[in-house]
């Protein structure tokens, strides 16, 4: 399965943030869209290597990588999604 396709369970989330363990930007990014009221699928790159292999095919070398339907949602992971406005969030939900 593609890394950007989601599981039967997820499907109605359309937001992928790639992300591993212990990585803070990757924390702050997910309690940033889950304030935000945004539902998301998380995939770690550090359990899944089929993810890893994507984000890296992608011209990625750092986490959170934060997709929308298998696009690149916005540059810079945490510090490009915590610049949005209001609206970008609001777009974001269901």
């Known amino acids: 399965m593609l890394p950007w396709i989601l599981s039967k369970d997820s499907a109605y989330k359309m937001i992928v943030v790639y992300s591993k363990n212990n990585c803070p930007f990757c924390v702050q990014a997910k309690n940033l ?7 998301f699928e998380e995939i770690k790159i550090d359990e899944d290597q089929d993810a890893k292999e994507f984000i890296l095919a ?3 070398r750092t986490v ?25 969030f609001d777009s974001l939900k269901g």
């Not at 869209?33 to 539902?39: A, I, M, R, Y």
């Not at 990588?65 to 970008?88: H, M, R, W």
């Open 33 to 39: 869209l889950k304030n935000k009221g945004v539902q």
């Open 58 to 60: 992608q011209g990625h």
């Open 64 to 88: 959170p990588q934060i997709y929308k339907n298998g696009d690149l949602l916005v540059e810079g992971g945490y510090q490009g999604l915590a610049k949005q406005d209001t609206a970008f």
